[in-house]
């Protein structure tokens, strides 16, 4: 008798990486951007002054002009239209994770019963979908259902085409009726206003006058997996938890170091290539595709952006990817870990901040001023990450995260800045003050060009490090894959803000007691970096070195969820987002709830998962082979593999009712403590069940063997 894994192992063979996937012939110049209501179509479309009105929103984030909204609306739904589009949707990103959507119709029928497409302001501006049935942490009640969400005209509206219909989509926000935050756009749209007006007052006291605020930019590079859909629909796991919860390693896994930037199979190419063009018309500018570390593991990043666009963008490309690996027959996992034993996958961000003339405030530039400028940023960001690194922590814990922190992967759980030999060296003059430059025998001073021009690749990459310095940007590199990018963001850019507040206070303080700017900024740098170097680390974050060092520095070691989620309501926390509003202490409480809230109810899946598996898959096959082998007249030789079989059961069983026996606990009304039980004995339970179980996936006959095999899912897709 063949399994239906046998089956699936023989057809994925005998297609032979084959696609259907057939390319048209549009160059991507052609396609890109074709179905978003970017700058291009609204200059063609809208009346002049309606553009230049709009265009003033966008660039200034003044308040939208309602007078408009019926103008941009109906030009907006035409060309919407012209696309194929008959319904219009408010997308919006609730606290879920995921985006959120509801369609109505552009069709209306007038006094005559005759049908007519109609879109107008109100309908553009604002929506009301019902809010009672996504996650608020309490800060809404059951029957408090009123929502609102809320156009935001900064990300272009795009239409989603189907091979049926077309949807024109509206980038919103999303509110309670009593105005509070109940996604992840409202916050992030706050903390860029924060560092907006922090870096205008910072730079203007150091001299640049014109500059009138400032934005973020992230550039994501997304990882990923790809097998088989056959595979993915054999493997409960991965349907209900998006990883495998059993599986033996595969005797070639990534070992030999030959999957990395490899040549890039056809069928995934193929796949690639129709994701892209899709996402090309979204006006996504995807630059990058390769072969990732893992077996059958692929990275896909865009071009840098505006961090609110960028966010946006990696929302649909997660979206639209998952789409097309549907059509070719495979499916996307984006889960932090979904393989044991391989490389798990991560979302590397790159952000810095750009000012309202265009400048990149992390490039070091050339002259005299700019490397002031340049310096004391920098020093903010070194003030920020010391201060709130729990809160950069916190902002990437979850419980697939929790799997890969930590392991030759990803950077660890302690969080420090690499800032490269250069950079590094020069921190350290500044604090030593007395030091001199390599350049020569002047001291180190703010005002003097003494810092070098430093490169893009001006030192040797750290993957070790959370944070860390690369030329003219930093990557935070501990985001986990599936994760929305929206939190780590406007954290950082919160922080920042606070840290560019402390500077312009202490440079002002210190003007106004008799100082030049240059004198100031030189004392308040020192003073800063003395306080805050210590988060500065450019070695092995893998090595036990490092935390040893680390806590003898006072830093935090937060090593999994809850362990970090327990600070998310500290006083200098709530303190710090309300002073900025960006969030009050209702809606940061809210996403503690909720954080710790998901945490549960994922682990909650897998251990359900696990006891499914495990009683009705794995132990019955085990039995069955058990069975077929006391049958046997065996040998001494094979007795002892009967042994061990008979062994590894009664081991599975018996970790199977421990699991249970930890299961039953009752969490109460503590989701610190339910999480922390999830954490300490539910996690390790699951963990002994699998050892286990794959113990016996080395033991019993291949072809009884229920569920598909790494090396068949990693290796054969």
């Not at 000012?355 to 002259?367: A, I, K, R, V």
Request: include cysteine; glycine fraction near 6%; hydrophobic fraction near 40%.
């Amino acid at each position: 008798m063949t399994t239906a894994r046998q089956t699936t192992n023989i057809a994925i063979t005998e297609r032979g990486g084959v696609s259907d996937y057939k390319p048209e012939g549009a160059q991507i110049t052609d396609i890109y951007g074709k179905h978003v209501f970017n700058d291009h179509v609204m200059r063609q479309r809208l009346p002049k002054q309606v553009y230049k009105t709009i265009k003033k929103t966008i660039d200034n984030r003044e308040p939208l002009d309602a007078t408009i909204a019926d103008t941009v609306a109906a030009a907006m739904k035409d060309w919407a239209v012209e696309l194929g589009a008959t319904h219009f949707t408010h997308w919006f990103q609730p606290l879920t994770g995921a985006t959120a959507e509801k369609h109505d119709a552009f069709l209306v029928a007038d006094e005559l019963g005759n049908a007519i497409l109609q879109f107008s302001g109100k309908e553009l501006v604002q929506g009301e979908p019902d809010a009672s049935s996504f996650p608020s942490g309490g800060i809404r009640a059951t029957f408090e259902a009123r929502g609102y969400t809320a156009w935001d005209p900064t990300s272009p509206a795009f239409v989603r085409k189907t091979n049926t219909g077309a949807t024109l989509c509206i980038p919103t926000a999303f509110c309670s009726y009593t105005g509070e935050a109940l996604d992840k756009k409202t916050p992030l749209l706050r903390s860029e206003a924060a560092m907006s007006k922090a870096a205008a007052r910072l730079l203007n006291l150091l001299g640049s006058e014109e500059v009138t605020g400032a934005h973020s930019n992230a550039g994501l590079e997304q990882e990923y997996f790809l097998i088989d859909a056959e595979y993915y629909h054999q493997r409960p796991d991965l349907v209900a938890a998006g990883r495998t919860l059993f599986g033996a390693p595969s005797y070639k896994g990534q070992s030999l170091e030959d999957h990395y930037f490899g040549a890039i199979k056809s069928r995934i190419r193929t796949f690639m290539e129709d994701s892209e063009r899709y996402l090309y018309r979204l006006g996504i500018p995807i630059k990058t595709r390769h072969n990732e570390v893992a077996p059958a593991q692929y990275e896909v990043a865009p071009i840098f952006e505006a961090a609110n666009i960028a966010v946006d963008h990696n929302m649909l490309i997660m979206e639209v990817m998952k789409e097309v690996a549907g059509k070719h027959k495979l499916r996307m996992i984006l889960h932090e870990k979904p393989f044991a034993g391989i490389n798990g996958s991560g979302k590397h961000c790159n952000w810095s901040i750009t000012d309202s003339l265009g400048n990149n405030l992390l490039e070091p530039g050339h002259t005299p001023h700019e490397n002031m400028q340049f310096l004391v940023v920098l020093t903010a960001i070194i003030r920020a990450v010391d201060k709130y690194a729990k809160l950069l922590r916190i902002s990437v814990a979850h419980a697939g995260n929790d799997h890969r922190l930590g392991a030759n992967e990803a950077p660890p759980a302690i969080i420090s800045i690499f800032l490269g030999e250069e950079l590094e060296t020069i921190v350290k003059q500044l604090v030593a003050g007395s030091k001199t430059s390599s350049k020569g025998a002047s001291k180190i001073q703010l005002g003097s060009s003494v810092l070098p021009h430093l490169p893009k690749d001006t030192t040797d990459r750290n993957r070790t490090s959370p944070f860390a310095f690369t030329g003219n940007k930093f990557e935070f590199r501990a985001l986990g894959a599936s994760q929305h990018v929206s939190g780590p963001v406007f954290f950082l850019n919160t922080m920042v803000a606070d840290s560019m507040d402390y500077l312009s206070e202490q440079i002002q303080a210190a003007i106004d007691g008799g100082s030049t700017l240059e004198q100031a900024a030189d004392k308040v740098v020192k003073a800063t970096l003395t306080k805050h170097q210590r988060v500065i680390f450019n070695g092995d974050g893998y090595s036990q070195e490092w935390q040893a060092e680390a806590a003898k520095r006072g830093l935090y070691n937060l090593k999994t969820t809850p362990d970090a989620t327990a600070h998310m309501m500290d006083e200098d926390i709530i303190e710090l987002f309300e002073h900025y509003n960006v969030l009050t202490k209702g809606e940061l409480e809210s996403r503690y709830n909720i954080k710790l809230e998901t945490y549960i109810k994922s682990l909650q899946v897998e251990v359900d998962a696990v006891k499914d598996i495990a009683k009705t898959m794995i132990l019955p096959a085990a039995l069955k082979y058990k069975a077929q082998m006391d049958s046997l007249n065996l040998g001494p030789a094979v007795k002892a593999i009967s042994g061990d079989l008979d062994g590894q059961i009664e081991a599975l069983a018996k970790a199977i009712a421990k699991l249970e026996k930890e299961a039953a606990h009752e969490g109460g009304h503590d989701l610190g403590a339910h999480a922390k039980h999830f954490c300490d004995k539910l996690v390790p339970a699951m963990l002994a069940v699998r050892e286990h179980a794959d113990k016996l996936e080395t033991l019993v006959a291949d072809e009884l063997w229920p569920l598909p095999k790494y090396r068949e899912m990693l290796l054969l897709s």
